[in-house]
């Protein structure tokens, strides 16, 4: 692929703002666009070629799917702060490094994980509540993800490391392709041959090795400012990638685990029905979040690199784009749900009776509503990351993930599952509560901060 190669510092030091984010933000928007295109597809073909059991199983089982997942992220994510923060201050050698260890302990780490998943699969769905065909169908599922797990974990790691390095573009290819041949490879194996609940999963793990050997090419090849090296490993290290990780993976896990419960809830108050409509309005949110992710994690780079370098008045320039982008975005989405909120439930099951239409229908406009704040909880964290305020943003992902909605399930159950519904309405709004507070301490810390630079 032959690809201009950019300079980090040139690009995210002196590129006018403006510019900056059409190079990096809209590419990353795109290419993550594609990607949850691809999850979307997932619940589509599902539900249309192999039924309503199946559509269920894979909301039972995408949770521990997304754990799977998350810890890519946290390694990748934890690194890619540091290493942008390094090549901000001239560090190469400590960037070279700290990228060459995080490659091995996400294969690692990926390996022990997987591992892990496929023996304790059946336990899990057991003690889920889940009996017969939708137990069997969500291990098979689950199982066939934690089989490829040590590529699919480094996956998400590199999509960090491409951004870092300039290679925008090629970070797109690479979403893109994986979002692309995974619909197409799952809709040849449950549309034209009839396969099962497994071979979706196959179809977007095999779309993962594809994508990884283009996002790996470069690196191998030496072409980048980030190289491969002999690798030092140092426990401070560890703990800095873990550190700035830790918010971002929190975010995940512990909104995996809100979902396992709710789950548990659904299952208890409405069966089967009432987890496929949860599951309707987690595909919605699976096509959301990650276009803003795209968009706020494409500049994070740029973001580490000037707040390494003490350029506070380009930090503000950037978040102002990424705060206003994500304003539009998601508000324009929430438009588009709640103009035709029927025809994203029958996207995924067709043949869905009137009377749980009705009940989808009214879950998703009130689902939707929560969206309306969700963005900025979302930006705020994502900022936070950036410049390595690990703590504020683990506040706010913990808070947003676990600590509201949890205990909101039990008070909002009196409801029945209206309650259940309202649940990310009230989150929403404690959660955007939370990050108004944690950014004016932040600006407060920023004047004292620049005032003490000009003494």
């Given at each position: 692929m032959a690809e201009s190669?950019?300079?980090?510092?040139?690009?995210?030091?002196?590129?006018?703002?403006?510019?900056?984010?059409?190079?990096?933000?809209?590419?990353?928007?795109?290419?993550?666009?594609?990607?949850?295109?691809?999850?979307?597809?997932?619940?589509?073909?599902v539900g249309n070629f192999i039924g309503e059991t199946a559509f269920a199983a894979i909301n039972l089982a995408m949770p521990f799917v997304i754990?799977?997942?998350?810890?890519?992220?946290?390694?990748?994510?934890?690194?890619?702060?540091?290493?942008?923060?390094?090549?901000?201050?001239?560090?190469?050698?400590?960037?070279?490094?700290?990228?060459?260890?995080?490659?091995?302990?996400?294969?690692a780490l990926g390996t022990f994980l997987g591992l892990l998943l496929w023996l304790l699969a059946p336990t899990i769905f057991g003690l889920l509540g889940a009996t017969g065909e939708l137990a069997q169908s969500a291990t098979l599922y689950l199982r066939v993800y934690a089989a490829f797990a040590p590529i699919s974990t480094i996956a998400y790691a590199f999509d960090n490391y491409l951004r870092i390095s300039g290679r925008i573009r090629r970070s797109l290819v690479a979403n893109t392709f994986l979002g692309v041949f995974g619909a197409v490879l799952e809709f040849i194996f449950l549309g034209i041959f009839g396969m099962n609940i497994g071979a979706a999963a196959l179809a977007y793990s095999l779309a993962i090795i594809f994508s990884v050997g283009i996002a790996v090419w470069p690196f191998f090849r030496g072409e980048l400012q980030l190289k491969f090296v002999r690798p030092h490993f140092s426990l401070a290290e560890a703990w800095e990638v873990f550190r700035c990780g830790l918010s971002t993976f929190l975010d995940n896990v512990a909104g995996r685990i809100t979902s396992i419960v709710m789950n548990t809830a659904l299952l208890a108050m409405g069966g089967e029905n009432a987890v496929s409509i949860y599951g309707c309005a987690m595909f919605a949110e699976g096509f959301i979040i990650p276009l803003?992710?795209?968009?706020?994690?494409?500049?994070?780079?740029?973001?580490?690199?000037?707040?390494?370098?003490?350029?506070?008045?380009?930090?503000?320039?950037?978040?102002?784009?990424?705060f206003?982008?994500?304003?539009?975005?998601?508000?324009?989405?929430?438009?588009?749900?709640?103009?035709?909120?029927?025809?994203?439930?029958?996207?995924?099951?067709?043949?869905?009776?009137?009377?749980?239409?009705?009940?989808?229908?009214?879950?998703?406009?009130?689902?939707?509503?929560?969206?309306?704040?969700?963005?900025?909880?979302?930006?705020?964290?994502?900022?936070?990351?950036?410049?390595?305020?690990?703590?504020?943003?683990?506040?706010?992902?913990?808070?947003?993930?676990?600590?509201?909605?949890?205990?909101?399930i039990w008070l909002l159950s009196p409801l029945g599952l209206t309650g259940l519904w309202f649940n990310s309405v009230v989150n929403a709004v404690l959660t955007a509560a939370l990050s108004v507070v944690l950014l004016l301490r932040l600006r407060g810390k920023v004047r004292v901060m620049s005032a003490q630079e000009q003494l």
């Open positions: 190669t950019t300079d980090p510092k040139e690009l995210f030091g002196t590129t006018p703002v403006a510019r900056l984010f059409v190079h990096a933000a809209l590419p990353g928007a795109v290419g993550m666009l594609v990607s949850s295109l691809y999850d979307v597809m997932d619940g589509i073909l754990v799977l997942f998350a810890f890519g992220d946290l390694i990748g994510v934890g690194s890619a702060v540091p290493i942008s923060i390094a090549l901000g201050e001239n560090r190469d050698d400590d960037a070279n490094s700290l990228f060459t260890c995080s490659c091995l302990a996400n294969i803003l992710y795209g968009i706020l994690d494409a500049l994070q780079p740029a973001v580490g690199y000037n707040w390494g370098a003490r350029d506070y008045q380009r930090v503000k320039k950037l978040e102002l784009l990424c206003g982008s994500a304003a539009c975005l998601s508000v324009f989405l929430v438009i588009l749900i709640n103009a035709a909120p029927g025809f994203v439930v029958r996207l995924f099951l067709p043949q869905a009776e009137e009377a749980f239409m009705t009940e989808a229908v009214f879950a998703l406009r009130i689902f939707s509503l929560g969206l309306l704040l969700r963005w900025f909880c979302f930006a705020t964290q994502m900022f936070l990351v950036s410049i390595g305020d690990s703590v504020s943003a683990t506040l706010i992902a913990v808070c947003s993930a676990i600590a509201f909605p949890l205990p909101l």
